[in-house]
């Protein structure tokens, strides 16, 4: 599932407003307006649980144990946990009357669309307002096991999808992206018979969402949603069958573990902490304590950078001018690199690719040569954002 990491959201109209039941215990998106999370009740990612307990009590627990709390307890009982209409979560008693607590901090329009996520890193975040839509919106059903959320600098490959239910987000290999209701197509991009095929949906870190061709060099289609700069931002069907982009964040919990997986991309200015790792199915590229980088497949490892006994622990892996570098704690040693920098600071991405190999793209200008038979039907060259 194309999930994510790491904030604000981008659209979605006033017709998503309609009766939803209460949240059940696999949902991990709480929607502005028309979602409470009421006394007893969980959004839950993995083995995280955001549940607001008996006695007003928000609480996010990580297998079992608190992590984070809202600090209201004891402060009544069956209270209900709501996404305002200005982006703020709050905690109301059950005899109505003011809140007992909120986050503060509004969102940019105080009457707008948002949505609370319970993220695949065990942070809590707050995204909005929304900005783009296919409006598509239908009937509000659950999903115990959603798969509905393409996050930041995350790619839909062909063949690939999002589903909440009977709904539907296809990435078809004719490159056009439709959202299907019950089988029925109720919107799309227009861009079949274009005369490419195996195309990708990206996620952009600017707010775009844009098809690229499959060898990245052609964008056929975007929601022309582009703000500029580096953010946050999460695509997501919603239970009622429309899709939205949201973004960026105006809260969040802080509660990000730092031994997350990542899927699949790391972008030029991020850092891979020791105990990280980058995920695609069964293949991971870890940055381990001992400061070896490390590709598996499955349990075996297939390629290293043999950095391990060299006197160093917890090292983190860092990309900037193309060159891909394993540094020591303070920074200060360089224990291994690429050797494929160019002097300038351009947009790069390591890539852990569906046939195992690890690639770094601005131009494919190293590889590990890990390929194994893929298990995606297309490999897709990926390239930076445009």
Known sequence: MARPLSLALLTLSALLLGHFTPPCEATNILYRDYDTLYAGYSLTQDN????????????????????WSSKTGNEGRACRAKLERDGRLSIYPANGGNSIWNTEK??????????????????????????????TESTSIDDENPNNILGTNEILYAESSLTYGHYKLAMQVDCNLVVYDKGDAVWHTNTAGKGFRNCFLKMQSDGDLVIYSKNGRHQLWSSG????????????????????????????TNTATM?????????????????QSLTYAHYTLAKQVDCNLVVYDKENAVWHTNTAGKGYRDCYLKQSDGDLV?????????????????????????????????????RAIWQANTQAVSNHTNDIVMVTEV
């Not at 607001?52 to 079992?64: I, Q």
């Not at 239970?239 to 964040?249: E, K, L, R, T």
Request: a neutral charge; aromatic letters at 10%.
């Open 48 to 67: 995280y649980k955001l549940t607001m307990e008996p006695d007003c009590n928000l609480v996010l627990y990580d297998n079992g144990r608190q992590i």
């Open 106 to 135: 509004p969102g940019s329009v105080s009457d707008a669309d948002y949505a609370l996520i319970l993220q695949v890193d065990r942070n809590v975040v707050i995204y909005g307002p929304a900005k783009w839509e296919t409006n």
């Open 225 to 252: 949603t582009r703000v500029g700069g580096r953010k946050n931002y999460n695509l997501v069907l919603q239970p009622n069958g429309n899709v939205v982009i949201y973004g960026p964040a105006i809260f969040h």
């Open 326 to 362: 394993v540094y020591s704690k303070d920074g200060s040693h360089r224990l291994w690199s690429s050797h494929t920098g160019d002097g300038g600071y351009k947009n790069y991405e390591l890539i852990l690719q569906p046939n195992r190999n690890v690639v770094i793209y601005g």
């Open 259 to 275: 031994k997350s997986a990542i899927k699949g991309i790391a972008m030029v200015t991020e850092i891979l902490y020791v105990e």
